[in-house]
T-cell receptor, first 116, second 111 residues
Framework: NAGVTQTPKFQVLKTGQSMTLQCAQD?????MYWYRQDPGMGLRLIYY???????DKGEVPNGYNVSRLNKREFSLRLESAAPSQTSVYFC???????????????FGPGTRLTVL | DQQVKQNSPSLSVQEGRISILNCDYT??????FLWYKKYPAEGPTFLIS?????DKNEDGRFTVFLNKSAKHLSLHIVPSQPGDSAVYFC??????????FGAGTILRVKS
């Protein structure tokens, strides 16, 4: 059981280049999320998918697109990378639990992206 | 406007003593609060949570306290251990909805 996996682990892009960050989970969760983490800002939600076939914007969606390819996979695409998108990106998944106290999101190890 | 605030960027504590991490929130619609722990080069992992109908939840060395009237919660770690050194994020949400995270507090436990 790998949990949530993300590829790549590191990436350096030049301004204007495009790339796709991949995320997969093997826990049969319905909901998946993409966050970015910046110093002093915590984790901010970029996009999420409450279930297969649906996606919605989060707090900071500009400059990103997402695809919920199937129940397992949720990708994040940067069409034209900018230096302001230099960040650590985390994918997470969740399935609604009967007990609210155990209803939590499970995170991948992150992708460290630098845009020059 | 940050809805969840962790005003202490860092905290240093001696091994064996109590660590107290604080978090304030502004949205009265939040009814579910969580703490996550994050080591370098890893994703955050769930630590402990509390529902708004409770004022305390305990799990081993970790206790979370919620003061709804003050919109404040805190995480107590007793006794603190060197392995507890990490970044701690407070998060809040209406149950079943999106999480809003604070900026995090770096905890260093000195041996």
């Amino acid at each position: 059981n790998a949990g949530v996996t993300q590829t790549p682990k590191f990436q350096v892009l030049k301004t204007g280049q495009s790339m796709t960050l991949q995320c997969a989970q093997d826990m049969n969760h319905n909901s998946m999320y993409w966050y970015r983490q910046d110093p002093g800002m915590g984790l901010r939600l970029i996009y999420y998918s409450a279930s297969e076939g649906t996606t919605d914007k989060g707090e900071v969606p500009n400059g990103y697109n997402v695809s919920r390819l199937n129940k397992r996979e949720f990708s994040l695409r940067l069409e034209s990378a900018a230096p302001s998108q230099t960040s650590v990106y985390f994918c997470a998944s969740r399935d609604r639990a009967a007990n609210p106290l155990t209803d939590t999101q499970y995170f991948g190890p992150g992708t460290r992206l630098t845009v020059l | 406007d940050q809805q969840v605030k962790q005003n202490s960027p860092s905290l240093s504590v001696q091994e064996g003593r109590i660590s107290i991490l604080n978090c304030d929130y502004t949205n009265s619609m939040f009814d579910y609060f969580l703490w996550y722990k994050k080591y370098p080069a890893e994703g955050p992992t769930f630590l402990i949570s509390i529902s708004s109908i409770k004022d305390k939840n305990e799990d081993g060395r970790f206790t979370v306290f919620l003061n709804k009237s003050a919109k404040h919660l805190s995480l107590h770690i007793v006794p603190s251990q060197p392995g507890d050194s990490a970044v701690y994020f407070c998060a809040a949400s209406p149950y079943g909805n999106k999480l809003v995270f604070g900026a995090g507090t770096i905890l260093r436990v000195k041996s």
